[in-house]
């Protein structure tokens, strides 16, 4: 699919009549569409000016937003995502089967976060899990407590590394696998150096690429020194 370019008139005209007609007959004028002109018009800098809510708008937000979302708010009274997205933040509406966090279901969450399992506060709370795992976020609360690195268990990593896997170190540390994987980052250590390809291996690729499945293409490039790779016919 090709995006058709805007051109010096079509921007000329955007300019002049951006802020005095609906967007509806500025999509037709300009033959594009409403999210085309919106996105055109925050790319040259132009605004519309803001105008009041009437009560019919605010009537219609209550009763199409629940079920039907902004997007089809915005685009039947003819105003922004983000001016009918402020307005629903204003009025606290919300969407049908969305609700908002009450201060006893917070509470519950910060006594019982690192205690139990999300999955089995939001079954306690009837909400699903990742919405508690966003909700802690938000009250910035840790479901595990960040445990320290020893000087013991720093030597034992890194004397190990080329030889275990991180599987392997993190059970004989008593860690996860994404914290050995954490600690070897922050220590900037590789398994493996990177490779530069040659020109032949380039050639190689290009003319079996697609060809062969990947699987077999690497199989076929063997590490056979350090930094020397040979092709296996």
Do not use: C
Not at 16 to 34: A, C
Not at 50 to 73: D, M, N, S
Not at 212 to 225: E, F, G
């Amino acid at each position: 699919m090709t995006v058709k370019r805007w051109t010096r008139d079509e921007d000329d005209l955007l300019r002049k009549l951006y802020r005095k007609l609906p967007l509806t007959e500025l999509s037709s004028k300009l033959e594009r569409s409403l999210y085309g002109i919106v996105h055109r018009a925050g790319e040259l800098g132009l605004r519309r000016k803001e105008k009041l809510w009437t009560v019919q708008e605010i009537q219609l937000l209550k009763k199409e937003y629940p079920f039907r979302g902004a997007p089809f708010v915005a685009q039947r009274l003819q105003r922004t995502l983000a001016s009918v997205q402020n307005k629903v933040s204003q009025l606290r509406l919300q969407r049908r089967g969305h609700s908002y966090w009450t201060k006893e279901e917070d509470n519950y969450l910060r006594k019982w976060h690192g205690k139990l399992k999300p999955s089995k506060i939001a079954r306690r709370l009837k909400r699903t899990t990742a919405a508690v795992v966003n909700r802690a976020y938000r009250l910035r609360l840790r479901f595990r407590e960040y445990r320290r690195w020893s000087k013991e268990e720093t030597e034992y990593a890194l004397k190990n590394f080329p030889y275990k896997t991180y599987p392997e170190i993190a059970k004989d540390l008593g860690r996860t696998t994404v914290s050995i994987q954490g600690f070897f980052t922050r220590w900037r250590k590789r398994r493996w150096k990177s490779h530069k390809w040659t020109a032949r291996e380039k050639r190689y690729v290009g003319r079996m690429y697609g060809k062969i499945p990947a699987k077999q293409l690497a199989i076929k490039l063997v590490p056979v020194q350090k930094s020397k790779l040979v092709l296996l016919s």
